[in-house]
């Protein structure tokens, strides 16, 4: 087997991650600032043991395995659509949306549409009889309200389900060239959901863990030698 010479460097394999959807030819998509990414690896065998002394009698190889994790620290729109198993859709804008404003008691709360605009309603004023969360969509009674019919602008969101989607492929390129030359390239990795969506972590920064298979793939061009799973690279 060739081999080449490369001059050595410490192993600080830092680096950025960047997807695409698996058999895309188009271009990658940052994860962003990650952390605690790794490949793990694994061989199952069979052993044959001998009933009379304990001695192994064979030993075969079954299978290989593989998984990849990465701990997402951003959460882009994106990445929670990978994280939430479900696709990323765009509500558009509305303009004088009719609602019905129940009566309401002070300090009750009701959720109009998110990214709101403006609201109105006759015979109430916004900041005296009510305040208004815009970017949540938010109406909170400061004093007792009366039910009254009105109307409300807001921009377009982004919204996504929760396990709404079908489990996608994404094919994965780590790139730490830039710290140790190393370049690793996953063909197919199957994600499961987000373990945990933390809400509210304290002090702590909210951080997406995602797990999920290395699946060989069959598309890719046939290599005996360095197999279907991915490839790493050094470079000089």
């Known amino acids: 087997m060739a081999t080449t010479s490369f001059a050595n460097k410490y192993a600080l394999v830092r680096g950025n991650l960047f997807f695409r959807i698996y058999g ?15 490949l793990e690896m694994s061989i199952e065998k069979t052993t044959l043991t001998s009933g009379d002394d304990g001695s192994v009698l064979d ?9 990849f994790g990465t701990t997402l620290q951003s959460l ?5 659509g990978i994280a939430m198993q479900s696709v990323v859709r765009t ?11 129940p009566a309401m008691t002070v300090g009750q709360v009701l959720f109009l549409a998110p990214s709101l605009d403006s609201v109105t309603l006759a015979g ?14 938010k109406l909170v009674a400061l004093k007792a309200l009366t039910a009254a019919e009105g109307t409300y602008d807001a921009d377009e969101h982004v919204e996504m389900g929760i396990l709404a989607g079908e489990n996608k492929s ?35 920064h909210t951080a997406l863990a995602l797990t ?3 699946i060989a793939d069959d598309n890719a061009s046939a290599d005996d030698e360095l197999g279907r799973f991915g490839r790493i690279v050094r470079v000089k």
């Open 76 to 80: 882009s729109d994106s990445n929670l």
């Open 124 to 137: 109430v004023t916004e900041g005296v009889d009510y305040s208004l969360n815009k970017a949540g969509g």
């Open 212 to 214: 999920g298979a290395c």
């Open 24 to 38: 895309s030819t188009g271009p990658w998509t940052p994860f962003g600032p990650t952390k605690d990414s790794g």
């Open 59 to 67: 030993e075969r190889q079954v299978a290989k395995t593989a998984t």
């Open 91 to 101: 509500s558009p804008a509305v303009t004088d949306q009719p609602f019905s404003l």
């Open 170 to 204: 994404f094919e994965l390129m780590y790139d730490a060239t830039a710290e140790s030359g190393i370049m690793l390239r996953i063909y197919k990795w199957n994600p499961s959901p987000a373990q945990n969506v933390s809400l509210n972590a304290g002090n702590e």
